[in-house]
């Protein structure tokens, strides 16, 4: 018998290997394929696939079996079940099936579905729960625990430094030296290096290594250098004793909400964590690995998959499960309709939530109140899915969606499903915040409660995304519609007990009674969750600043402010530090004046401290003129649209990309750049210079800058 936690899990041609920690580390082996589900109206053609030899060929099992086909179904049907003899065929056996006839003659379910996952949703495991492993496995943890246990793991931090006369390394320069924790591997000879590392790493034997840029230079670099010196079958960094193996595409670029993103492909280790930090889902410090434990474990991924899963991803492995259990099968390529509606429909129902605009200005003594997770809790106690709106099965339901009539389901739908433990966990970490007196738990559970915080901020908008499985946009509407009505009904229930609304954004309001005590407002909070049915969270500011468009001082802007509660906490929004393109050294400077002022307990005090923050404003000026500043503080950093040889005009980004070009570095859509204003007086060539090569900066068009970015935290306390 072993007892331990699941710690690594993948497939292996015909079989799925399972990593248990304790101690030590052990290797499991079960023999196990995936499967995948063929439908059609005509059982002949489900049966000719079994005399197909394309089929055979792939397979080595088949069954008729039983399962709910399309998650509004109320009954199962007959679905010709087929078991892969190797895991990694899923995909070519799904095609194969499909270019057999015209689209829409089978209809094909689980085939995307990575086995590794299916595995764990079919025997009920998740990876780092506990288990006592004999015959069976038998469980010692829950999924829903939030004070759970770990093992110890142990880690390595490794970097390859390149040998290179060039600004920029390249993969056919030689390695200078690798760095694993505090010992640097160097030699005159590039494959003792590589062997070196190898040897260390096998005496090590860490479970995980810890990389800043492992998936798109470090891994990749390595394996090609090690190719170069005809040592590649040696480069064995994993517990599997497997070569490395490095993917044949450098990345993707894909859109998310409007954005354009860019992801490195993953290189991942069989039986030992490869993590990225620059590829890393929420990674900010060592705690970091908290968050991405508490996404293996809540969503059912394999650790290295939820380091680098996309929110949409963590959110339909939860689905995925869920699915499982109630013998429903997971669609390739979702088909569920719209519901009609006329463009009078779209005008009432395509809204999205509502937002008020704020009242420009410096405001004391302001209350915001605002729902807890307050789209997710609307899918939950609406019940809010793709199946539930407008089901065939309750027409008579009294339960309506308000502004669309559309009525909704009794039976639970598999989003509110889903999204029951992520609520449930997240609440639970609120809680223990808030009593844990010890400041290093407390913080790890700040970090798995942020993990879950993102994957519920957005599940609502997963919920209208064309691909999602279990999606529909008639449900998005109606989460949508019902937030309206709650922001409506909380503004009503303000001005009843005399508040005066300031802003609001779709679960969030801003109110206002003079003479107003901490207590007042905690009244008005639960007044309000009392009448609604939802909880909510209050803050209490000392003094807030709604702020106006850059371009027109009388036009507000819903979502730029900034302003400190009761405890001197400062809450900010749309400024310049909190913009991912903000040069650290701004962001430090607003920084510093925003956390003078947040000691002030009112306005007057903030202008009494006005000639104290613009000291700190100009000792910043000072010290760009001295040019103390490094090179990195002062770089911007922007996510490009267009990539290498892709701008049509002459901007700073394709300045920036082409001299990185002119150095051998492609880049691509959604990737990020950083560079430093070099020479703003020139007219467009090296205004700026990639931070990979910039040695020097413009001090007073960074003195210009730095200037408006102080103004806009400035100037409405001058007025």
């Known amino acids: 018998?072993?007892?331990?936690?699941?710690?690594?899990?993948?497939?292996?041609?015909?079989?799925?290997?399972?990593?248990?920690?304790?101690?030590?580390?052990?290797?499991?082996?079960?023999?196990?394929?995936?499967?995948?589900?063929?439908?059609?109206?005509?059982?002949?053609?489900?049966?000719?696939?079994?005399?197909?030899?394309?089929?055979?060929?792939?397979?080595?099992?088949?069954?008729?079996?039983?399962?709910?086909?399309?998650?509004?179904?109320?009954?199962?049907?007959?679905?010709?079940?087929?078991?892969?003899?190797?895991?990694?065929?899923?995909?070519?056996?799904?095609?194969?099936?499909?270019?057999?006839?015209?689209?829409?003659?089978?209809?094909?379910?689980?085939?995307?579905?990575?086995?590794?996952?299916?595995?764990?949703?079919?025997?009920?495991?998740?990876?780092?729960?506990?288990?006592?492993?004999?015959?069976?496995?038998?469980?010692?943890?829950?999924?829903?625990?939030?004070?759970?246990?770990?093992?110890?793991?142990?880690?390595?931090?490794?970097?390859?430094?390149?040998?290179?006369?060039?600004?920029?390394?390249?993969?056919?320069?030689?390695?200078?030296?690798?760095?694993?924790?505090?010992?640097?591997?160097?030699?005159?000879?590039?494959?003792?290096?590589?062997?070196?590392?190898?040897?260390?790493?096998?005496?090590?034997?860490?479970?995980?290594?810890?990389?800043?840029?492992?998936?798109?230079?470090?891994?990749?670099?390595?394996?090609?250098?090690?190719?170069?010196?005809?040592?590649?079958?040696?480069?064995?960094?994993?517990?599997?004793?497997?070569?490395?193996?490095?993917?044949?595409?450098?990345?993707t670029s894909y859109y998310s909400y409007g954005q354009i993103h860019f992801k490195s492909t993953a290189v991942q280790l069989q039986g030992r964590i490869h993590i990225d930090r620059s590829n890393a889902f929420l990674w900010e410090t060592e705690n970091s690995l908290q968050a991405i434990f508490e996404i293996a474990r809540t969503c059912r991924l394999p650790i290295q998959t939820a380091a680098r899963a996309s929110i949409g991803k963590c959110m339909s492995s939860v689905q995925f499960y869920n699915a499982t259990k109630r013998n429903l099968l997971i669609p390739w390529k979702p088909i569920t309709s719209e519901i009609f509606k006329t463009r009078m429909d779209l005008l009432i129902g395509d809204r999205g939530g509502l937002i008020l605009e704020p009242k420009i200005g410096v405001h004391e003594n302001v209350g915001e109140v605002d729902f807890a997770s307050l789209f997710g809790n609307i899918m939950l106690q609406k019940n809010i899915s793709a199946e539930t709106i407008n089901c065939k099965c309750c027409p008579n339901s009294t339960s309506i969606v308000p502004d669309l009539e559309y009525h909704i389901c009794k039976r639970q739908g598999i989003v509110p499903q889903s999204l029951h433990l992520l609520l449930e966990k997240r609440k639970k970490y609120t809680d223990l915040i808030e009593i844990t007196s010890n400041k290093a738990q407390s913080k790890i559970y700040e970090q798995r409660k942020a993990a879950l915080k993102w994957i519920l901020v957005t599940s609502f908008g997963y919920l209208g995304f064309n691909n999602a499985k279990f999606g529909r946009i008639d449900a998005h509407m109606a989460v949508c519609a019902f937030a309206r009505k709650l922001l409506l009904q909380a503004m009503k229930i303000a001005e009843e007990h005399k508040f005066v609304v300031l802003h609001g954004i779709v679960d969030s309001l801003w109110v206002y009674k003079k003479n107003s005590t901490i207590q007042d407002y905690e009244i008005l909070r639960d007044i309000i969750a009392k009448e609604t049915g939802f909880d909510l969270s209050l803050d209490v500011y000392k003094w807030i600043v709604f702020l106006p468009s850059k371009n027109n001082s009388e036009l507000p802007v819903a979502n730029r402010y900034f302003g400190a509660n009761k405890n001197g906490d400062l809450k900010l929004r749309g400024i310049e530090t909190r913009r991912r393109d903000t040069p650290k050294y701004f962001k430090q400077c607003q920084l510093d004046i925003l956390n003078l002022f947040a000691k002030c307990k009112n306005i007057s005090e903030i202008k009494k401290s006005l000639k104290e923050a613009k000291h700190i404003e100009n000792q910043y000026k000072l010290n760009l003129f001295r040019h103390k500043i490094p090179l990195k503080d002062l770089a911007f950093t922007n996510k490009v649209t267009r990539g290498t040889d892709q701008h049509k005009s002459h901007t700073i980004q394709a300045d920036a990309i082409n001299q990185l070009k002119w150095e051998g570095k492609n880049i691509e859509p959604g990737q990020k750049i950083r560079y430093v204003i070099n020479d703003y007086t020139r007219k467009i060539s090296h205004r700026v210079v990639p931070i990979e090569f910039a040695d020097k900066y413009d001090a007073k068009k960074y003195s210009e800058l730095l200037h408006d970015c102080c103004k806009s935290i400035l100037e409405p306390f001058e007025n």
């Open 1 to 251: 018998m072993i007892c331990g936690w699941l710690f690594d899990i993948y497939p292996l041609d015909d079989k799925i290997i399972l990593w248990i920690k304790n101690k030590n580390i052990h290797r499991l082996e079960i023999n196990w394929g995936p499967s995948l589900y063929v439908a059609s109206a005509d059982k002949y053609r489900l049966e000719t696939l079994l005399k197909n030899p394309q089929i055979l060929s792939l397979i080595k099992d088949s069954n008729w079996v039983n399962r709910i086909e399309k998650v509004s179904d109320l009954k199962d049907s007959t679905v010709l079940q087929l078991t892969l003899q190797k895991s990694s065929d899923l995909l070519r056996l799904g095609n194969t099936i499909e270019g057999l006839d015209r689209f829409g003659a089978y209809r094909l379910y689980n085939v995307d579905v990575a086995p590794a996952q299916s595995f764990m949703y079919q025997h009920n495991l998740f990876p780092l729960g506990k288990y006592k492993i004999h015959h069976t496995w038998i469980p010692q943890s829950d999924i829903a625990e939030t004070n759970y246990d770990l093992p110890v793991f142990t880690k390595i931090n490794l970097q390859v430094n390149a040998k290179t006369n060039n600004t920029l390394p390249k993969f056919t320069d030689k390695i200078k030296s690798i760095q694993i924790n505090d010992v640097t591997l160097q030699s005159d000879s590039e494959e003792q290096i590589i062997l070196d590392c190898v040897a260390m790493i096998k005496d090590i034997d860490p479970d995980f290594i810890i990389t800043q840029k492992g998936d798109s230079w470090d891994f990749p670099y390595i394996a090609y250098r090690a190719s170069k010196n005809k040592i590649l079958e040696k480069l064995i960094l994993d517990r599997e004793q497997h070569p490395l193996r490095i993917p044949k595409r450098n990345g």
